[in-house]
Every structure is written in structure tokens, then in C-alpha cells.
């Protein structure tokens, strides 16, 4: 069975600080990790990363993967109160209709 | 753009009383999804089309039936309430087989069984 393992479970930290979230996976057959954001409502997509090493950005968030060591880490810098939201990653492999396997999400709470 | 519309966003059920949770997209995706998240908990599958005409179980399928009569519409049915189906419901639809094959989310439905 597929999981994801994400860390911390919650995060508090105040504006302007840099925050690094963590997402461990184990997933048959891999193809891709996703990053959402889900403020109140629904999540809403952040990253796709299916290349070792490769980073990819977004004004000041940043993601990682490394299928080596099978885990991704997405960085938020400059933090601001906006940035408060649940943070999911998902697995996704190759087949099996191309399935998500969600981790419980890292609960970040930035601080004015 | 409407992208991917889900109705009602709230609902209160009695134990043992049904109902269908609506959605809808039109972004002429193959794939739907249905998945609930209890609180403080990342989203379990619950089922899962590839195109209409073809359902299938994810993690959490039992106490739920799906249909896909149509790309576009892809109903969510709970036929007898009970309290362990409290949750919030998205409903979210993707391209599989194109180079971006992200979802995108409905904006959930509150479902209370009391």
C-alpha cells in the first residue's frame, strides 16, 4: 500500500521567518509528487516534481525532490500571514488510474 | 471558468437517511475523483472514474456508490447516513495523459450525520 509521511504535523512561526515542510513517500511504481495548498477550501496546486534534483519555484516558495531518498521538501521564505494554510504533498505512480496517495498534511500558522 | 462545481457545500443527515453529493466540470477531463478529509487528515480516496462509463474503488469506498453516465458529471451517493461519514467531500477532476496532470478541486462539501 502506497503512503505519504509528511513533517511537522503543524508548524507556528512569525513573518519573515523561512520554513521548510517534508514529505517522505513510498509509492509502487512512482511518477510524480504533488504540492497543494488548501487554505479554508479546497486545495489548490502548487508543484509537480517527477525529476530528481530539479527545483522548482514560485516567488518565494520553492520544492525539491529526491527519488533516491525518497522524499521531497518544500521551502517557503520570507514568510507572511498569507502563507498560513495546510500544506499537502500526494504521490502519484504510474498506474492504477493514476491514484493520489495523500500524506496528513503540515498545518503552518505564520505569526504577525 | 466554472472548472469543477460540487453541490450542496453543506448538508446536515439524519442516521440511515440518503443522499447524492453533485458534481460537475467542464474542463473535459477523463478522470474524476471523489475524496473525503476528516479533520486534521490529509484526503482518502473514496472512488474514482477514468472516463464515463468506468468507476472504480479507492481507499475508502464502502457506505458510497458512484456513477459516471456522462464526462462531465460524476455523482456521489451515500445511501444510509451514518456518523462515521461526517467529513468534508471534494470532488476534483484531472487530464491523465497530457504533460500536466494536475487536479483541480471542487470547493467541498460539509456533510454532518447526526
Known amino acids: 500500500e502506497d503512503k505519504v509521511v509528511q513533517s511537522p504535523l503543524s508548524l507556528v512561526v512569525h513573518e519573515g521567518d523561512t520554513v521548510t515542510l517534508n514529505c517522505s513517500y513510498e509509492?509502487?511504481?512512482?511518477?510524480?509528487l504533488l504540492w497543494y495548498k488548501q487554505e479554508k477550501k479546497a486545495p489548490t496546486f502548487l508543484f509537480m516534481l517527477t525529476s530528481s534534483g530539479i527545483e522548482k519555484k514560485s516567488g518565494r516558495l520553492s520544492s525539491i525532490l529526491d527519488k533516491k531518498e525518497l522524499f521531497s521538501i518544500l521551502n517557503i521564505t520570507a514568510t507572511q500571514t498569507g502563507d498560513s494554510a495546510v500544506y499537502l504533498c500526494?504521490?502519484?505512480?504510474?498506474?492504477?488510474?493514476?491514484?493520489?496517495?495523500f500524506g496528513e498534511g503540515t498545518q503552518l500558522t505564520v505569526n504577525p | 471558468n466554472a472548472g469543477v462545481t460540487q453541490t450542496p457545500k453543506f448538508r446536515i443527515l439524519k442516521i440511515g437517511q440518503s443522499m447524492t453529493l453533485q458534481c460537475t466540470q467542464d474542463?473535459?477531463?477523463?478522470?474524476m475523483y471523489w475524496y473525503r478529509q476528516d479533520p486534521g487528515m490529509g484526503l482518502k480516496l473514496i472512488y474514482y472514474?477514468?472516463?464515463?462509463?468506468?468507476?472504480d474503488k479507492g481507499e475508502v469506498p464502502n457506505g458510497y456508490n458512484v456513477s459516471r453516465s456522462t464526462t462531465e458529471d460524476f455523482p456521489l451517493r451515500l445511501e444510509l447516513a451514518a456518523p462515521s461519514q461526517t467529513s468534508v467531500y471534494f470532488c476534483a477532476s484531472s487530464y491523465v495523459g497530457g504533460s500536466n496532470e494536475k487536479l483541480f478541486f471542487g470547493s467541498g462539501t460539509q456533510l454532518s450525520v447526526l
Open positions: 472514474s477514468v472516463g464515463a462509463g468506468i468507476t
Open positions: 474542463m473535459n477531463h477523463n478522470y
Open positions: 509509492v509502487t511504481n512512482f511518477r510524480s
Open positions: 500526494a504521490g502519484r505512480p504510474r498506474t492504477s488510474g493514476s491514484r493520489l496517495t
